[in-house]
């Protein structure tokens, strides 16, 4: 069993930078590829990057490609998410993932095994 808490959400204004947080417990993440996904108010969690296990990988979102990076600290436990440029669109909770299976980097939800319980990010305009 894994868990996941997110940290570092907050408020910010449209085009500043936040780094989100992804600290996990239970067992080493080091086997397990890494994602970010977020849900708005009213729409569906959608995907925003991934990580494959050693880092060496990554995938994003087209709508955030450009101004977010994913990466990750094996020996810390931890997976990042760096956001420049923040939109008011980029409004969301986010949350992390971790997936134990075969994809590098997946990008489906339905891939994933273990969610932290999400941290809000708020852009105002």
């Known amino acids: 069993q894994v868990q996941l808490v997110e940290s570092g959400g907050g408020l910010v204004q449209a085009g500043g930078s936040l780094r989100l947080s992804c600290a996990a417990s239970g067992r080493t993440l080091s086997s397990y590829a890494m994602g970010w996904f977020r849900q708005a108010p009213g729409k569906e969690r959608e995907f925003v990057a991934a990580i494959n296990w050693i880092g060496t990988n990554t995938v994003y979102a087209d709508s955030v490609k450009g101004r977010f990076t994913i990466s990750r600290d094996n020996a810390k436990n931890t997976v990042y998410l760096q956001m420049n440029s923040l939109k008011p669109e980029d409004t969301a909770v986010y949350y992390c993932?971790?997936?134990?299976?075969?994809?590098?980097?997946?990008?489906?939800?339905?891939?994933?095994?273990?969610w932290g319980q999400g941290t809000q990010i708020t852009v105002s305009s």
């Open positions: 993932a971790a997936s134990r299976g075969r994809v590098v980097v997946p990008r489906a939800r339905d891939l994933y095994d273990y």
